[in-house]
């Protein structure tokens, strides 16, 4: 058995129907992306986001000034990640995760370095102000 990991995951929409994800540089999101390498230090969103996983976003006020950025569009903030929306969206989610990593045999099978399982929502949507 792998090791496993839990991940937060981010989307967002203008409609509540059709959700776009936002991925960050260096933290798991695409099934068929190996994990990076990063040496020396990690960044310290990616790495606080990790964390932010393990509890509840009650316990994260700062995971709520995140969302509250990029509701906002700023650039500064949405800089920090790969991909995100055109535009700044009018709701963000984001639900939880547990990925662990595919093995030779499924990775050759489906070109993915990681399996995932849904476990449940970790913000529900709110909107811009």
């Known amino acids: 058995v792998?090791?496993?990991?839990?991940?937060?995951?981010?989307?967002?929409s203008d409609d509540l129907v059709t959700w776009q994800p936002y991925l960050f540089k260096y933290k798991i999101?695409?099934?068929?992306?190996?994990?990076p390498?990063?040496?020396?230090?990690?960044?310290?969103?990616?790495?606080?986001m990790r964390f932010a996983a393990l509890v509840s976003?009650?316990?994260?006020?700062?995971?709520h000034n995140f969302v509250g950025r990029l509701l906002?569009?700023?650039?500064?903030?949405?800089?920090?990640?790969?991909?995100?929306?055109?535009t700044?969206?009018?709701y963000i989610r984001a639900h939880i995760?547990?990925?662990q990593f595919t093995s030779a045999s499924q990775r050759e099978r489906t070109g993915?370095?990681?399996?995932?399982?849904?476990?449940g929502p970790y913000l529900y949507p709110v909107e811009h102000d």
């Not at 792998?2 to 967002?12: H, N, Q, V």
């Open 2 to 12: 792998f090791a496993t990991r839990t991940e937060i995951s981010l989307e967002g």
């Open 88 to 90: 700044a969206p009018r």
């Open 29 to 35: 999101g695409e099934l068929n992306q190996p994990p």
């Open 37 to 48: 390498v990063v040496s020396p230090l990690a960044p310290r969103l990616d790495w606080r």
């Open 57 to 63: 976003q009650r316990h994260c006020p700062w995971f």
């Open 97 to 99: 995760f547990e990925y």
């Open 72 to 86: 906002a569009g700023a650039r500064p903030v949405t800089g920090l990640l790969k991909s995100y929306p055109q």
């Open 112 to 119: 993915n370095f990681w399996q995932s399982s849904y476990l």
